[in-house]
C-alpha cells in the first residue's frame, strides 16, 4: 500500500470517529487494555484518543508504507538522514555501551565517544575530590555552565530532575546555569560567587555562539579582576570547554587537558548525551551519568526492534499524527505532574519545534501536512491554576501529555507520600474530565449547571506512567520523544537534524550591531527597524 492510499483510508476513519465524543469510546470496557502499552517500567496510555484500535492499524500501515523501518535503520545505523548538512545523526551512539562498534565515514564512532566518556569520569574525579584547585589553591565548590540552547536546556532540566540523586561526592558542589545573552543571570550570580573557588563550563558546539561567548568573556574578566593574575592562570585553573571545535577553544584560550570533545554529527538539542552532559555527571557522578545513557539506550533497541504495534516512540508519534493531520488539533501541552520535572516542558519545545518546525520536504517542495504543532506546558498543579481554563473551556482543540511516576516517597514520611498521592489524583482526575467533560458527573447534575460552568470534554490526553522517576527512566522517556520526533519527521518526510530557522536572525542581529552604533539608521533599513533605532540612539544620549 501507497502512502497516499493511507491517508486516505485515514481521512474516511477522521470523518467518522470526529463525531463521537470520548464519553462514547471510553464507555468500552475494554478500551485500556487494548490502547495501552508497556515496556521496561513505562506504561503509555492512548485510550483516551478518538481513535479505535483498528484506527492504530491504519497509522501503522502508514508508517510501513513511509519506510519507517528502513529509516530506523539508517539513523541508527549512522547513515547520512540529515541531507542538508550532508551528515549523520548519531545521538543514539552517544549511549551505545563500551564493546559495540558502529563505524560512519570510516570511523568507529563508539571508540570516540567512550574515550570522552573516559575523560569526563576523570574530571568529575578530580571535582568530586576536591582536587581541582581556584587559582588561590581553595578547592573548586562552585560550578556555573554557560551555554544556550541544547547545551544549557538538557543539562539544566536532568539536574533539576535528578537533584535527589546527589552522591555524597557532589553534595558540596553548587551547580549553577546561564544562557540569556543579556548578562542578567550572569551578573546577579556573580556578586553571590567566590571567584577563588568557582569553575566555569563553557559549552559550545562551533564556539562562536555569541551569546555564549560574551558569557564567557564577562567571566573571565571577572576572575582576572579579582585574581589579577594572567589570563592563561585563570583559564587553566577556572575554565572547561566543551566543543566540536578544539581548536577554535584553544584560541579562546582554554588548554587542551580542560576540553571535551563531541562531533558535528551531535545536534544541540539531541546533546545532552555527550560531553555536553558533564554538569549532568557532576551533579548525579558518572555512575548516574551512565544510567541515564544505559535508559536511553534501551529505548533505542526497543525502537529499532519492537513491532509498531507495540513501539512506545512510534505509537506515541502516530497519535499525533492522527490528532494533528486527521482531527486538525494544532497545540499540544506537556503537563509533567511532578516538580522534578518542571523544566521538562521548556526541553522539549526545543525538541520538537526546532527539529519539526519545518515547511519544506526532503526533496525541496512545500510540505503537503501540517507538521509540529505548538508546544508549551508547565508542572500540572501549576498548569491548573494558570491555562487549564482554555483546555476545559476555551475554543481551542489541545492534546496533551500528562506525565507522571507511580511511586515517589516510598521511603520517607507519610505526610510526603500523601502528597504524591494528591499528585497522581489530581493527574487522573484532569485526564478524565478533559476527555469525558462533565459526563464524568451524573447527568441530572450536568444538565442543571448553567452554561459557563458546562465542560465540554473530548480534549484528547496521553498518559505516561513511569514506575518510578530515577536516571534510568529520565533516559527512558527522553529518548521516547527523541524518536517520537523521528518518526514523525519521516511520515512528515521532513529533516528533524537542521535548524536553518535560526540562522537569519543570528546573522541580521550581528550587523544590527553595527546599526545600534550609528547616529542615522541605514536607509536600507524597513521604516519600523529604523524607528525603533531612532528610539534606542535618542534614550541612550539622554543623561
Keep these: 500500500m501507497n502512502p497516499e492510499t493511507c491517508w486516505s483510508h485515514l481521512r474516511e476513519s477522521a470523518q467518522v470517529l470526529k463525531k463521537q465524543h470520548l464519553s462514547e469510546l471510553l464507555s468500552d470496557s475494554e478500551r485500556f487494555e487494548s490502547l495501552s502499552f508497556g515496556h521496561d517500567g513505562i506504561l503509555l496510555d492512548l485510550s483516551r484518543h478518538r481513535l479505535l484500535p483498528e484506527t492504530l492499524d491504519q497509522l501503522v500501515a502508514l508508517a510501513d508504507a513511509c519506510g519507517l523501518k528502513e529509516k530506523i535503520d539508517a539513523l541508527i545505523g549512522g547513515a547520512h538522514v540529515n541531507p542538508t548538512e550532508d551528515r549523520a545523526a548519531l545521538h543514539t551512539a552517544l549511549r551505545t555501551p563500551a564493546g559495540k562498534t558502529l563505524e560512519v565515514d570510516g570511523t568507529d564512532v563508539v571508540a570516540g565517544v567512550q574515550k570522552t566518556l573516559e575523560k569526563m569520569d576523570q574530571l568529575v574525579g578530580i571535582l568530586h575530590s576536591g582536587q581541582w584547585r581556584g587559582y588561590s589553591g581553595e578547592?573548586?565548590?562552585?560550578?556555573?555552565?554557560?551555554?544556550?540552547?541544547?547545551?544549557d536546556l538538557g543539562p539544566l532540566m536532568t539536574c533539576h530532575?535528578?537533584?535527589?540523586?546527589?552522591?555524597?561526592?557532589?553534595?558540596?558542589?553548587?551547580?549553577?546555569?546561564?544562557?540569556?545573552?543579556d548578562g542578567s543571570q550572569l551578573s546577579g550570580l556573580l556578586s553571590r560567587l567566590n571567584p577563588a573557588t568557582t569553575l566555569f563550563v563553557l559549552s559550545s558546539k562551533s564556539f562562536t555562539t555569541i551569546d555564549t561567548l560574551a558569557n564567557a568573556a564577562t567571566a573571565r574578566q571577572w576572575l582576572i579582576d579579582a585574581s589579577g593574575l594572567a589570563v592563561e592562570t585563570i583559564l587553566r585553573h577556572h575554565f572547561i570547554g566543551i566543543t566540536a571545535k578544539p581548536e577554535k577553544a584553544c584560541e579562546w584560550g582554554i588548554p587542551e587537558q580542560n576540553q571535551l570533545l563531541f562531533w558535528d554529527w551531535t545536534g544541540g538539542r539531541y546533546s545532552m548525551w555527550s560531553a555536553i552532559g558533564l554538569p549532568i555527571a557532576i551533579a548525579t557522578g558518572m555512575d548516574g551519568f551512565r544510567q541515564l545513557l544505559a535508559g536511553a539506550h534501551s529505548i533505542d533497541t526497543h525502537y529499532q526492534e519492537a513491532p509498531f504495534e507495540q513501539n512506545l516512540p512510534v505509537l506515541l508519534a502516530l497519535a499525533g499524527i492522527w490528532n494533528i493531520n486527521l482531527l486538525d488539533i494544532h497545540a499540544h501541552a506537556i503537563l509533567p505532574y511532578d516538580g522534578r520535572l518542571a523544566h521538562l516542558p521548556s526541553y522539549l519545545e526545543q525538541l520538537e519545534m526546532e527539529s519539526?518546525?519545518?515547511?519544506?520536504?526532503?526533496?525541496?517542495?512545500?510540505?503537503?501536512?501540517?507538521?509540529?504543532?505548538?508546544?508549551?506546558?508547565?508542572?500540572?498543579?501549576?498548569?491548573?491554576?494558570?491555562?487549564?481554563?482554555?483546555?476545559?473551556?476555551?475554543?481551542?482543540?489541545?492534546?496533551?501529555?500528562?506525565?507522571?511516576?507511580?511511586?515517589?516517597?516510598?521511603?520517607?514520611?507519610?505526610?510526603?507520600?500523601?502528597?504524591?498521592?494528591?499528585?497522581?489524583?489530581?493527574?487522573?482526575?484532569q485526564a478524565r474530565v478533559l476527555a469525558l467533560g462533565d459526563k464524568a458527573l451524573d447527568e441530572e447534575t450536568a444538565a442543571a449547571a448553567p452554561a459557563w460552568?458546562?465542560?465540554?470534554?473530548?480534549?484528547?490526553?496521553?498518559?505516561?506512567?513511569?514506575?518510578?522517576?530515577?536516571?534510568?527512566?529520565?533516559?527512558?522517556?527522553?529518548?521516547?520523544?527523541?524518536?517520537?520526533?523521528?518518526?514523525?519527521?519521516?511520515?512528515?518526510?521532513?529533516?528533524?537534524?537542521?535548524q536553518w530557522g535560526v540562522e537569519l536572525g543570528k546573522k541580521m542581529a550581528t550587523a544590527m550591531l553595527n546599526e545600534l552604533d550609528e547616529p542615522n539608521p541605514s536607509a536600507a533599513l524597513d521604516s519600523a527597524t529604523r524607528g525603533l533605532l531612532g528610539r534606542i540612539t535618542a534614550l541612550r544620549q539622554t543623561p
Design 139 to 151: 578547592a573548586i565548590d562552585t560550578v556555573v555552565n554557560i551555554g544556550v540552547g541544547g547545551s
Design 161 to 181: 530532575a535528578l537533584e535527589e540523586f546527589k552522591p555524597d561526592a557532589s553534595k558540596g558542589i553548587d551547580l549553577h546555569f546561564v544562557s540569556s545573552m
Design 356 to 429: 519539526n518546525g519545518k515547511s519544506v520536504t526532503l526533496d525541496g517542495a512545500d510540505a503537503e501536512h501540517r507538521t509540529c504543532p505548538v508546544l508549551w506546558g508547565e508542572i500540572g498543579p501549576n498548569a491548573q491554576h494558570a491555562f487549564y481554563q482554555l483546555l476545559h473551556q476555551g475554543t481551542e482543540a489541545v492534546m496533551c501529555d500528562f506525565i507522571v511516576p507511580a511511586k515517589r516517597y516510598t521511603e520517607q514520611s507519610q505526610t510526603l507520600q500523601e502528597q504524591h498521592r494528591l499528585a497522581l489524583a489530581n493527574c487522573l482526575a
Design 453 to 498: 460552568k458546562r465542560y465540554r470534554g473530548n480534549q484528547p490526553s496521553t498518559v505516561i506512567l513511569i514506575d518510578e522517576l530515577t536516571p534510568y527512566s529520565l533516559g527512558q522517556l527522553i529518548a521516547i520523544y527523541e524518536h517520537k520526533v523521528y518518526t514523525q519527521a519521516v511520515i512528515w518526510q521532513i529533516n528533524p537534524f537542521d
